[in-house]
């Protein structure tokens, strides 16, 4: 499977906040190992923009991102995904249980921002879902690097 790149989909409700980090942190944490996608159940149709605020603060932003329809991975022609991860309040039973490709599916519980009440509590609920997202895609990251090895190895 050398120069394979794993496929991965981040689903949250509105693919505004928490699958928008989870792409554009795989795609920083990732390497030429993984390609990231994000999505919504119904889409805001735009990326919060706190959360363009401090995915630029942090140099995560990738300007490429865009708010979608999951709807868009099960067209003829999208690609076919190794892994998709739904996030936050998106839960599992909310998620088709088939997807082309047959991937592993997998369900991230992370801090929802949108709970926030003042603006104060909202960016520091925001920093928290980032950092919550940042620890899990380096060890997704680390664990699908270390079996790709072994594979190789084998």
């Keep these: 499977m050398p120069g394979k790149r794993y496929k991965v989909l981040f689903i949250c409700r509105d693919n505004a906040v928490h699958s928008i980090m989870a792409e554009a942190l795989l795609k ?7 390609c990231a996608f994000s999505a919504g ?12 605020e401090l995915l630029k603060e942090r140099r995560i932003w990738q300007g490429s991102l865009l708010s979608k329809s999951r709807q868009e991975f099960f067209e003829r022609d999208a690609p076919r995904m190794d892994f998709v991860i739904s996030l936050g309040e998106c839960p599992p039973e909310n998620m ?3 997807w082309p490709g047959n991937p592993q599916i997998f369900h991230w519980r992370i801090t929802s921002p949108e709970r926030a009440g003042t603006p104060a509590e909202l960016a520091s ?5 980032l950092t919550e997202l940042e620890t899990r895609v380096k060890l997704f990251v ?3 690097k270390k079996e790709r090895t072994k594979r190789t190895a084998a």
């Design 28 to 34: 920083r944490w990732g390497g030429a190992d993984f």
């Design 41 to 52: 159940i119904k889409p805001a149709g735009a990326i919060d923009p706190r959360t363009v």
């Design 96 to 98: 088709p249980k088939e």
């Design 125 to 129: 609920a925001l920093v928290k879902a």
């Design 142 to 144: 680390l664990v699908y």
